[in-house]
């Protein structure tokens, strides 16, 4: 399915083509490999964005997710509200995820964001930084530093980046010469000319 992705039009941001092809193809090998989360989350999100909802719910009752993907059926039950119209049943159900699920806060978070509700999107992303173990996943801290700049929080904007070179030296074992701590710094000195700092 990943060669197939690529050659329907999927990337490393878009997990899948956004067609009935690729359902077609797909749903038979979730169906027989329920334990492949990660094909079957890229089916339901499919059929999501297909309006496909009662198939995507079907899916949902069938999978089993565990470990660090326990609240994505959640997550999906909200994106399934969302897609038919209903901000405040999906909102409902994202604000059930526990605080101490990094995944599913982080996700939360992220939906949030897109709907505007930037202080729940805050909230949600800090808590998911929070109820991790070292090493820590840091797209939830690049999410905040984007939506704090966005926001024209500058000095907090500032803080998250530092925190994310902190993380990838301490938790990552990555060295000053390192790209992504040297985009953390380029981050940085224009948020320092936007505060005038520099």
């Keep these: 399915y990943g060669l197939y992705r690529s050659v329907r039009g999927g990337s490393e941001y878009n997990y899948h083509s956004d067609n009935d092809w690729f359902i077609r193809v797909c749903e038979p090998y979730a169906k027989k490999y329920p334990q492949n989360i990660g094909l079957y989350r890229m089916l339901?999100?499919?059929?999501?964005?297909?309006?496909?909802?009662?198939?995507?719910?079907?899916?949902?009752?069938?999978?089993?997710?565990?470990?660090?993907?326990?609240?994505?059926?959640?997550?999906?039950?909200?994106?399934?509200?969302?897609?038919?119209?209903?901000?405040?049943?999906?909102?409902?159900?994202?604000?059930?995820i526990p605080k101490k699920d990094w995944l599913g806060q982080y996700e939360a978070g992220e939906r949030f964001n897109r709907l505007n509700d930037y202080d729940r999107a805050i909230e949600c992303f800090n808590n998911a930084y929070e109820a991790q173990e070292p090493p820590k996943a840091m797209d939830m801290m690049y999410s905040l530093a984007f939506l704090y700049k966005k926001l024209g929080r500058f000095a907090e904007a500032k803080k998250e980046w530092e925190l994310i070179i902190a993380g990838l030296i301490s938790d990552y074992g990555m060295d000053e010469d390192n790209n992504d701590i040297a985009w953390a710094k380029d981050e940085i000195a224009q948020l320092k000319k936007l505060l005038g700092e520099a």
């Design 44 to 96: 339901i999100e499919a059929m999501v964005s297909k309006k496909y909802f009662d198939r995507a719910e079907e899916l949902l009752a069938a999978v089993k997710f565990n470990g660090e993907n326990k609240s994505m059926k959640e997550v999906f039950l909200g994106d399934i509200a969302l897609a038919k119209g209903d901000v405040a049943k999906a909102k409902e159900i994202w604000n059930r």
